[in-house]
């Protein structure tokens, strides 16, 4: 069980997260409404930041 800050986003509004790469504290406890058997879709866009390419030597 979580026990630490919670906040609302408004139905509607869009909310950007760190992961874990993101460095610093941990990231967040995400919860959302169940939406199963509602007809409602939801968007889920996960961006991943890169590791630079390995050095090849060219």
Same mark, same amino acid.
């Given at each position: 069980?979580?026990?630490?800050?919670?906040?609302?986003?408004? #139905?509607?509004?869009?909310?950007?997260?760190?992961?874990?790469?993101?460095?610093?504290?941990?990231?967040?406890?995400?919860?959302?409404?169940?939406?199963?058997? #509602?007809?409602? #879709?939801?968007?889920?866009?996960?961006?991943?930041?890169?590791?630079?390419?390995?050095?090849?030597?060219?």
């Amino acid at each position: 069980d979580y026990d630490g800050q919670l906040l609302h986003v408004p #139905t509607q509004s869009v909310a950007m997260f760190k992961g874990c790469l993101g460095g610093g504290e941990a990231g967040v406890h995400h919860r959302s409404p169940q939406i199963a058997r #509602t007809g409602v #879709t939801r968007l889920f866009l996960c961006a991943n930041a890169s590791k630079p390419p390995a050095d090849r030597g060219a």
